[in-house]
């Protein structure tokens, strides 16, 4: 499976972003979708993640502010990120399970940078 993020780049704090993720999958809506992070220093972390049945979580650090969706007529995935932080910072990863109706991930995009000012 491919996924190609887009959406990434600069911006100051308090503003908003809107991240895409595009998968190569036939039976995408039977899919969980989801995004992480990953700071310079750190250990890629959850940001978010949608079910097949559309069942939406959040890491504590996003919530109220970050909101998932998914379109499966497209087979995209979205992230969008309000009030954005300079914490928020790092590369933006979308990700999916390699099995259907799972939520282990295993597949992963290249990424998309994401960088807030203070």
């Known amino acids: 499976v491919q996924l190609v993020e887009s959406g990434g780049g600069l911006v100051q704090a308090g503003g908003s972003l809107r991240l895409s993720c595009a998968a190569s999958?036939?039976?995408?809506?039977?899919?969980?979708m989801g995004w992480f992070r990953q700071a310079p220093g750190k250990e890629r972390e959850f940001v978010a993640g949608?079910?097949?049945?559309?069942?939406?979580n959040y890491a504590d650090s996003v919530k109220g502010r970050f909101t998932i969706s998914r379109d499966n007529t497209k087979n995209t995935v979205a992230l969008q990120m309000n009030s954005l932080k300079p914490e928020d910072s790092g590369v933006y990863y979308c990700?999916?399970?390699?099995?259907?109706?799972?939520?282990?991930?295993?597949?992963w995009g290249q990424g998309t940078q994401v960088t807030v000012s203070s």
């Open positions: 990700a999916t399970p390699r099995f259907q109706y799972t939520n282990t991930y295993a597949h």
């Open positions: 999958r036939r039976t995408f809506s039977s899919y969980t």
């Open positions: 949608i079910s097949w049945n559309f069942n939406t």
